[in-house]
């Protein structure tokens, strides 16, 4: 078994080799924390978390960098339009900065329900303007890039002969799509920004050789990914939709500004779409997670992801969610009892359940197939189901099983066979958890009362009082109602 990724770059699966023996680098494009996090994001990251997990089950120490886009992104991909949190936080009234926190915020919590792991570094744009400018000025003493009278930096494509190596496009195909107007100052459409002059609205602003301004969004890639893993790295992932022009984009300044190859390995993960139309928030028919969340649990949103492999989209349907959710479900409610009952063997030593440990790590060492690798999932539940069915059981085999699911599939999925996992209704046992708290509480403080301990008594009701405990005593006891919970 030997691992293949396949890589954009060459359009073919490829043997993984790492740079330093049993050590892998990704730089994975992270958020623009402008808007709420939604399935497009789900998508990107749970792929790049299990391609992570995966490495690491194979022995490897992974150092996982992802970027948060807190500056620098504008509108349109021409170099054209607001910069988006400025123009979110121009919207709602608030610093950029409070609107790049909040939805940052936003996004680690939805990542932590999907049991998405946090990066190994998280690096915001805002925090390395300092290098952004410096490799700006190594590609200008290079002749890779012209400051324009209006103060702005461009990076000239014609100065990069691999142009398109990544996206397949040649210069002067022009960019896709419905532009509006193309900045002005530009030689050429193509022609990307590396550093924008700020106007006097534009809140985000650093002073530069060129203007008082900010980096352009494909620099900061470029620079934080160098910083924290060197001039060439093993692999770069990101959303098949910034194939172009942002990752092409990061090719040619990283390669022109350090002279040797950018990254190994580049890994693009399909997209999340209606109707089989992208979804994404720049086209308005985006799904919040935090909207999916209340209708399908987390954890069965992650396992529906890991149906599709990678490099194939997934369609977004609350319906199949749930279908495929009562699936999962099932093979938990097997592994827990089969758990319960025998344990998790050591080491798997039944030929039956060996078979689909090595044809599950076939399906992950053949570019991260996770839809094939379910599929021996299901099997082996359906296996598990009926042993557990049998007069006589085989403890060995069916600790075996949970073997399988607990130390190979878990850690690599992220997906936990357990039934304690919170599903979109659980939230009425969380209610009826606290109103047991109250209850508790309040006859306790009853008994105080009785034994005269008046201020102590007093105290509780207080505190309930401050959780938005409304205590009403009566004369045969007490009552209460959450008012604000
Ligand atoms: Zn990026």
């Known amino acids: 078994m030997t691992l293949k990724v396949y890589s954009t770059l060459t359009n073919e699966k490829e043997e993984f080799k790492s740079i330093i ?61 607001e910069d988006k949190i400025q123009k979110k936080s121009r919207l709602e009234n608030l610093d950029p900065m409070e609107v790049a926190y909040y939805y940052e915020t936003k996004y680690f919590e939805a990542m932590d329900k999907l049991n998405v792991l946090r990066p190994s570094i998280s690096v915001r744009a805002t925090g390395h303007i300092i290098e952004i400018i410096d490799t700006i000025k190594t590609l200008i003493e290079k002749g890779a890039a012209y400051v324009t009278d209006e103060g702005n930096v461009y990076f000239d494509i014609t100065k990069f002969k691999d142009y398109g190596k ?8 022009g960019l896709s799509g419905e532009r509006i107007e193309i900045a002005k100052d530009k030689r050429r459409n193509e022609d990307f920004s590396l550093w924008k002059k700020a106007d006097e ?14 980096p352009g969004w494909h620099i900061e890639c470029s620079v934080m990914s160098k910083k924290y893993l060197g001039d060439t790295f093993d692999i770069h992932g990101g959303g098949i939709d910034n194939m172009f022009p942002h990752h092409e984009s990061e090719i040619a300044q990283s390669e022109v500004a350090n002279g040797v190859k950018f990254v190994n390995y580049f890994m693009h993960n399909n997209l999340v779409t209606v109707g089989g139309k992208k979804m994404g928030k720049s086209l308005g028919n985006s799904s919040a997670l935090e909207e999916v969340f209340k209708k399908v649990a987390p954890i069965e949103v992650r396992y529906y992801l890991l149906l599709n492999q990678y490099r194939r989209p997934t369609e977004f349907n609350i319906e199949a969610m749930l279908k495929n959710g009562e699936a999962y479900k099932e093979m938990c409610e097997v592994v827990t009892k089969g758990k319960e009952k025998f344990g998790v063997s050591d080491e798997i030593t039944s030929d039956k359940v060996k078979e689909h440990k090595t044809m599950f790590l076939d399906a992950m060492d053949n570019d991260f197939n996770t839809a094939l690798a379910i599929s021996y999932l299901l099997k082996a539940s359906k296996e598990l189901s009926s042993e557990l069915e049998k007069g006589e059981q085989d403890a060995k085999l069916i600790s075996d099983y949970v073997n399988f699911f607990d130390k190979v599939a878990n850690p690599i999925l992220g997906l936990p066979f357990e039934l304690e996992n919170k599903t979109a209704s659980d939230s009425s046992d969380d209610t009826s958890l606290t109103n047991q708290v109250i209850e508790e509480l309040l006859t306790v403080r009853s008994e105080l009362k009785k034994k ?10 207080n505190k309930l009082n401050s959780f938005g405990v409304e205590v009403k005593d009566s004369k045969d006891g007490f009552s209460f109602k959450i008012v604000n919970k």
């Open 452 to 461: 005269g301990e008046y201020s102590l008594s007093d105290e509780i009701r």
């Open 166 to 173: 990544l996206s397949g496009r040649k210069i002067g195909e």
């Open 201 to 214: 609205t534009h809140l985000m602003k650093w002073a530069s050789p060129w203007s008082v301004g900010y």
């Open 21 to 81: 023996p049993n050590h892998v680098g990704m730089y994975v494009c992270g958020p623009t924390v402008y808007g709420l996090p939604h399935m497009g994001h789900a998508k990107s990251y749970v792929c790049f978390d299990v391609v992570r997990r995966y490495f690491e089950y194979l022995g490897y120490k992974v150092k996982y960098v992802q970027n948060i886009t807190d500056v620098g992104h504008l509108v349109g991909d021409a170099d054209e339009g």
